[in-house]
């Protein structure tokens, strides 16, 4: 082996236990960009791209998909924001009133699960550009029975082992693990989670409810089963979750054990962000609505886009750098034995 070659393959052995962490660690990360969202129709009717509230990255395509909550369509964007395609969404036969796109999340090979947030279904759909998914026709799957506007607001696919993930908002709030999924055209009995997690009354008979991991409601979630520097370790297993209320990005495991936090207070605090996506390489993008608090702030009439970028470079750990010492002492070793063979 040459001796770069061999310089490199022990400075990667040495990050390996730098890989081996247990969290993602949001105090790492940094907002370093936001984008306006394209508005198609807007309010006229026909797509619209306002009032973003879910958003889905396909790893297969480099590309992100968002819905907005009038439940229009789905639009696939760059990773800063710029138009790709669209495709339009038919409700006929689902017996949707409001058409609550809340959840989005990307199954591989064009196929994505849809939310709707008072039906409490999964619609499962390909996306071909410029069509239209039936969804009264699709298969589905119902997390609950029909609700207010408190119910299911986010979902994730764990691509790893067929995991799904789903958030309800609140009263109460509830994170739901479900080992698979089956869709079907039939209708079915509410599927049951392997795990739960749900807020508990503040008193007994009460109608009010504590909060969940500390968050004031569940606006999404995303697994980080598909963070390439996570593969391996147990922070894999680790799930994000978004509050709109609480205005916070928390990583938990899942066992409900809190890792990390990354305040959103302050990031475009006129906007109200409500999903949440991670691709491959750890960066994590966020999806708001335009601005609807009637603030007297700079014009904002676009869905935004907002990217979070881990800027900390990983640091192995010791005995990866005792690894690494070891081996450049190796290295050096053979050098000088090469150089007293050549002298002979």
Not at 173 to 192: G, P, Q
Not at 241 to 269: A, C, Q
Not at 299 to 306: D, M, T, Y
């Amino acid at each position: 082996m040459k001796i770069q070659h061999l310089v490199l393959a022990l400075a990667a052995a040495g990050c390996v236990s730098a890989q081996a962490a247990d969290a993602l660690n949001l105090a790492n990360y940094q907002v370093t960009g936001t984008y306006s969202l394209p508005i198609f129709n807007g309010t006229s009717g026909g797509l619209s791209g306002l009032e973003g509230s879910a958003i889905a990255y396909a790893r297969d395509r480099g590309t992100l998909f968002f819905v907005g909550d009038e439940g229009t369509g789905i639009i696939e964007i760059s990773r800063t924001g710029q138009t790709i395609g669209s495709m339009t969404f038919d409700w006929a036969g689902t017996g949707a009133t409001k058409n609550d796109t809340e959840g989005l999340t990307y199954l591989g090979n064009g196929q994505f699960v849809v939310t709707e947030e008072r039906l409490q279904n999964g619609y499962k759909f390909s996306y071909s550009a410029g069509g239209t998914a039936a969804l009264g026709s699709a298969p589905f799957v119902s997390f609950g029975p029909t609700i207010g506007n408190i119910g299911i607001e986010g979902i994730s696919y764990d691509a790893r082992n067929g995991n799904f993930v789903t958030v309800k908002q609140d009263d109460p709030s509830i994170l739901s693990i479900y080992n698979a999924l089956t869709f079907s055209t039939s209708s079915a009995a509410d599927v049951t989670p392997n795990v739960s997690f749900a807020a508990v009354p503040t008193a007994p008979g009460a109608s009010t409810y504590t909060s969940l991991f500390g968050l004031n409601s569940l606006s999404d979630v995303a697994v980080l089963g598909g963070v390439n520097a996570l593969v391996g370790s147990t922070a894999a297993d680790n799930l994000l979750l978004l509050s709109l209320d609480s205005r916070k990005l928390i990583e938990i495991t899942r066992g409900g054990v809190i890792k990390s936090s990354f305040d959103l207070s302050n990031v475009l605090p006129h906007n109200g962000i409500e999903g949440v996506t991670i691709d491959e390489n750890g960066t994590i993008y966020l999806v708001a609505e335009q601005i609807q608090d009637g603030s007297n702030v700079l014009p904002n009439p676009a869905s935004q886009l907002i990217v979070l970028s881990n800027v900390t470079a990983a640091v192995p750990e010791p005995e990866g750098v005792a690894l690494v010492l070891a081996g450049l002492g190796l290295v050096g070793a053979v050098s000088r034995r090469q150089k007293r063979v050549n002298q002979a």
